[in-house]
C-alpha cells in the first residue's frame, strides 16, 4: 500500500500595509517588514522538515516568502502558475467597506459570491477551480507517499481543500487561513485528511 501525500499547504505572508484588508486577487504585491518576520519564524520552524519538492505561485508574495525556506536548502520551487490568487475583477484594490457600499453586498459572503459567479469580471468559481484542479492532480501524481510543500494563497489553499474534502468552496469559509500559516493534508486512496489547520508558528509557537 502506498503511504499517504503530506501536502503542507502554506499562505504568504503579510503583505505590504497599503494593501492589508483589500481585495488583491492579481495585484502582484510585496511583504511588508511583519511580513518577512513572519516568513523567517515559518522557516525556522519548518527547518527540520524534510519536503521531496516544493511547488509555489510565481507571485511576488509567494517568492518573497520562500526566500528564508530555500536559504540552504538546495532546493528550487517548481513556479505553477495556476497556483497564483484568484481574480476579484471589479473587486480588486477594495477594501470591505468598499464592496459593501458599491456592491451592496457583504464582503464576508466572498467564497458564496465568488462560487456563484456574481463578482463583475472575477473569476467564477468553476474557472478558479479549473485552473487550480490540474496543479493539485499533477503533484499529486507525480509525489505518490512524499511530503510536498505548496507555498501560495489564501484564496487557493481554500480551492485545493474544496477539491481535496469535496466539499463546496462556499463552505471553505468557515476555515481561517492566517498570514504565513501551515495547514496540513494527508491524500491517500482518493481519501484526504486535514491533520493540521490554519497554524502561524510566528502566533502559536512561544
Known sequence: MIAATSLFLLRHAEVEARYQRIFGGRIDMDLSPRGHEQAAALARYLQPKRFDAIYSSPMKRVQQT?????????????????????????WTGLGWEQVREKFNVSAFQWLDQLEQGLIPNAECGKTFRTRVEPCVQQILRDHPGQTVAVVCHGGTIRMILSILLELPLSKMAGFEIEYASLTEVHHAAHRSEVQLLNFAPWRDVK
Open 66 to 90: 520562500l526566500t528564508p525556506l530555500l536559504n540552504g536548502s538546495g532546493m528550487a520551487p517548481m513556479i505553477l502558475p495556476g497556483l497564483r490568487e484568484v481574480d476579484f475583477g471589479d
